[in-house]
Structure formats: structure tokens, C-alpha cells
């Protein structure tokens, strides 16, 4: 597996872009420039700790923690669906309803992907495995969203 990693020079430039995006807002007096440096924070942080967990996922390839992985994202695509609700249903149907909609549609159609179509040894290697149902869940969120309005 080759390992990518980002230079000082890489991060640099995209903290100079989001710096060049503050002094733009500011000569436009968009007034975003205080919301600019926390979204660029929160999303370093964000990224850091996901990556964490992803090196550890890679490094440990077994069945149980890519379903764990698969499940925390399947919560958090259900309770996004569950947000973009203008009219809930009542009680817990609008999470139930979505996250079971999102998961025989994503889960299906990553397992035939995966097994059919890609064929990893074994076919949940999350390299594949994670990338693929983060892709078909945020394809899914906006179908399901959309349809249980």
C-alpha cells in the first residue's frame, strides 16, 4: 500500500488559499472572516482525528471493525436524514425509516460492488470497502431525503 503524505509546503498553501479567501470576504465586507479561520480549524481537527482512525482501520483489516466503521456512518447518514426533514414523523419512524431505507440500498448494492464487480482479498478490505459506502451513503442521504418529504 502506498502511503501518501502531505508536506508542510502542501498544508502552507492551503492555509495561504483560506487566508486569501478571508481577505477577500473582508474587501467585499462579506464579514466571514471570523467563521472562515473556525470552519478552517473544525475541519483540520475533523480530518486529523478521521485520518487517525483510518490508519488504524487499514493497518487492522478485520470484518468486525469495517462493520463498526459502516455502522457509525450509517447513524450519522440516518440522523442527516432524520435533520432535512421539514415535516418529522413522529417518534423515531423518520431515523428508523431512513437509516433502514439507507442501509438495504447502500449495504446491497457495496456488498455486490465489492464482491462482483472490484473483488478485494478479502472483499471487505476497507480501502475499498469504507470509500465505496461513504460514497453510496452521501449519493443515498439526498434520495431518502428527498423522499421522505
Not at 1 to 8: D, E, F, G, Y
Amino acid at each position: 500500500m502506498t502511503i501518501i503524505s502531505l508536506s508542510p509546503l502542501d498544508l502552507s498553501l492551503a492555509a495561504l488559499l483560506v487566508g486569501v479567501l478571508a481577505l477577500i470576504s473582508r474587501s467585499m465586507r462579506l464579514k466571514l472572516e471570523n467563521q472562515l479561520v473556525i470552519a478552517a480549524v473544525r475541519m483540520t481537527v475533523q480530518l486529523l482525528i478521521i485520518g487517525v482512525v483510518l490508519k488504524a482501520l487499514f493497518s487492522h483489516a478485520h470484518l468486525g471493525w469495517v462493520a463498526l466503521m459502516a455502522g457509525v456512518m450509517l447513524l450519522a447518514a440516518g440522523w442527516e436524514v432524520r435533520g432535512r426533514q421539514k415535516r418529522r414523523f413522529a417518534g423515531g419512524w423518520g431515523f428508523g425509516l431512513g437509516t433502514l431505507s439507507m442501509f438495504i440500498s447502500s449495504f446491497s448494492i457495496t456488498v455486490i460492488a465489492l464482491t462482483v464487480i472490484i473483488g478485494p482479498q478479502p472483499w471487505y478490505e476497507p480501502q475499498y470497502a469504507i470509500p465505496l459506502m461513504c460514497m453510496l451513503l452521501a449519493n443515498t442521504i439526498n434520495n431518502i431525503s428527498i423522499a421522505m418529504e
